[in-house]
């Protein structure tokens, strides 16, 4: 916290990032980030487009881990760094692939920048300062021009804006977007220490997070307002508890998640979203 105090957030907002996620709230931003992709599914193109690959469906633990360590590449070693490019030019040819619109790109920006802020706002151990939130939507208009995505707003709440008008106007309902939510409901179930609990409770915990919209969206049933309640007033004790504790010596980078688990005999980033899985070394 001291050390992100002392930086700008206008030029050194790679390094607050990386201090937000790799020290102040590495598990935070794990869990807010896996709830984004949710929203993701919500929007009727994207989610189809998700399911007629057929990849989130059948490999969604690959998808996964191959989506998480893109990005954390970049914030792991810098926007600039070889291993950053490499990354970035990655994700620029999986992305070409496909005829995604730049909305839709924005858009999924637009839940990497907001949706940690408001996750940490209710349950972290602490509020995000200005200087977070600043270094966040800076970070993620960085990784947007090297993506070349137009139209990328200028600020945080330029994004919360954007977020929130573009779900009251495309949220819907789409089968291919409601498979890709089930299929990732069921592979947060397996996750450690998820995996301890009956996977139909995991998949009624996660509901629970969920806000109504986006459940509307997938057609899931709203939970009863005391599972709701029981299930954030733990995520709120949780912070609590976190914040008794010492701070973090050592970085917990993404890639060190458990529940990553596709590459146990390493990766290249390079490589990373082929198929077959190539045993290659990090």
């Known amino acids: 916290m001291r050390r992100i105090e002392e930086l700008d957030p206008a030029r050194d907002f790679a390094e607050i990032y990386r201090l937000m996620g790799a020290f102040e709230f590495p598990w935070d931003m794990s869990q807010?980030?896996?709830?984004?992709?949710?929203?993701?599914?919500?929007?009727?193109?994207?989610?189809?487009?998700?399911?007629?690959?057929?990849?989130?469906?059948?490999?969604?633990?690959?998808?996964?881990?191959?989506?998480?360590?893109?990005?954390?590449?970049?914030?792991?070693?810098?926007?600039?760094s070889p291993e950053g490019r490499a990354a970035v030019r990655r994700m620029n040819r999986m992305h070409a692939a496909y005829d995604i619109a730049d909305d839709d790109l924005r858009y999924v920006l637009a839940t990497f920048v907001v949706m940690p802020i408001r996750w940490i706002d209710a349950f972290g151990w602490r509020r995000l300062t200005e200087v977070e939130r600043i270094a966040s939507a800076n970070y993620?208009?960085?990784?947007?021009?090297?993506?070349?995505?137009?139209?990328?707003?200028?600020?945080?709440?330029?994004?919360?804006?954007?977020?929130?008008g573009y779900e009251r106007t495309r949220f819907g309902f789409d089968a291919g977007g409601r498979d890709v939510a089930e299929a990732t409901l069921a592979l947060l179930a397996t996750f450690p220490p998820n995996q301890m609990l009956p996977a139909r409770l995991v998949r009624r915990l996660s509901l629970a997070v969920m806000d109504p919209p986006l459940l509307e969206a997938f057609g899931f049933a709203q939970p009863g307002p005391v599972v709701r309640a029981m299930v954030r007033g733990g995520l709120r004790?949780?912070?609590?508890?976190?914040?008794?504790?010492?701070?973090?010596?050592?970085?917990?980078?993404?890639?060190?998640?458990?529940?990553?688990?596709?590459?146990?005999?390493g990766y290249r980033v390079d490589r990373l979203g082929t198929f077959p899985a190539a045993r290659v070394t990090r």
């Open 32 to 80: 807010s980030l896996s709830f984004a992709l949710f929203r993701t599914f919500a929007v009727p193109s994207i989610g189809a487009l998700l399911a007629s690959t057929g990849e989130f469906l059948t490999h969604p633990q690959k998808r996964y881990d191959d989506t998480v360590l893109i990005l954390d590449a970049v914030v792991e070693h810098g926007l600039d």
């Open 140 to 164: 993620y208009r960085a990784l947007g021009r090297r993506m070349g995505i137009r139209g990328v707003p200028e600020t945080w709440q330029g994004f919360a804006r954007y977020l929130d």
């Open 237 to 265: 004790a949780r912070g609590r508890v976190v914040r008794l504790l010492p701070p973090r010596r050592r970085p917990y980078h993404a890639r060190q998640w458990p529940q990553i688990r596709s590459y146990p005999h």
